[in-house]
């Protein structure tokens, strides 16, 4: 694949539709946004998440080399930043051992406070008796994670970072590595920010599969135990 060469297109110059100004129409032109983009095409992932620079505004559009790991990417872009995500939700069709051994440990390590990971049917009906009760051993912890199970093919990051950054990953790519050339799109922007996260909270609300809050016993439970034991 040569170089990423995207021209530049003004929207309001595209006349699809001849109409008057005052003729009411059931199409729109697209919304016109102010963005600042960058290309870029990237073998591994630690070094793209050290190499690029994400700000308010600003989005990169990545092609990515079938031995890219993005579960890599999502660690390396919060530690390399010393940047930690309040909470993360994550929709992916299928992830491998090592994706939730490093959730895990950014768990571990707080980059990371509450997770949530949205997986397909797909993946439940061939990971049930193996990664599904790893998944539940390793990463729910302090009641900050929550596993969820829908008919999903989406493939997303979010989160809002304590700086205030409102991150969104979006894109072909699974977790693991897939062998195939994947792309994604990572930018600052607080209005897809809400978006994802209002329709994601409501797959969550719906398809969530820890639903019992596990509480120790009070001091007062513990004195009636000992005294009618006794």
């Known amino acids: 694949i040569g170089d990423l060469n995207v021209p530049e297109i003004d929207i309001d110059l595209i006349d699809f539709i001849q109409a008057d100004e005052t003729e009411e129409t059931r199409y729109t032109l697209p919304k016109a946004v102010e963005q600042d983009s960058e290309q870029v095409m990237y073998r591994n992932a630690i070094r793209m998440a050290k190499a690029i620079e994400i700000t308010e505004g600003k989005r990169v559009d990545a092609l990515v080399s079938g031995d890219f790991i993005f579960g890599d990417f999502i660690e390396a872009f919060l530690t390399t930043r010393n940047a930690r ?137 513990l004195i009636n135990r000992k005294t009618f034991n006794e």
């Not at 990371?112 to 390793?138: D, T």
């Open 85 to 221: 995500a309040k909470e993360m939700t994550i929709s992916t069709l299928s992830l491998n051992q090592n994706n939730i051994d490093s959730l895990a440990e950014l768990m571990r390590n707080n980059y990371i406070g509450k997770l949530n990971l949205v997986l397909s049917v797909y993946f439940w009906g061939n990971e049930r008796h193996s990664l599904i009760p790893y998944a539940y051993r390793e990463l729910d912890k302090d009641d900050r994670f929550q596993l969820a199970v829908a008919d999903i093919h989406t493939k997303t990051v979010h989160f809002e970072t304590e700086g205030g950054k409102h991150i969104v990953i979006h894109g072909s790519a699974n977790l693991r590595s897939s062998g195939n050339i994947e792309q994604f799109t990572i930018e600052d922007n607080k209005e897809l920010y809400d978006f994802y996260d209002e329709k994601f909270k409501l797959i969550l609300s719906k398809y969530a599969t820890i639903r019992k809050e596990i509480r120790s016993r009070t001091a007062w439970d």
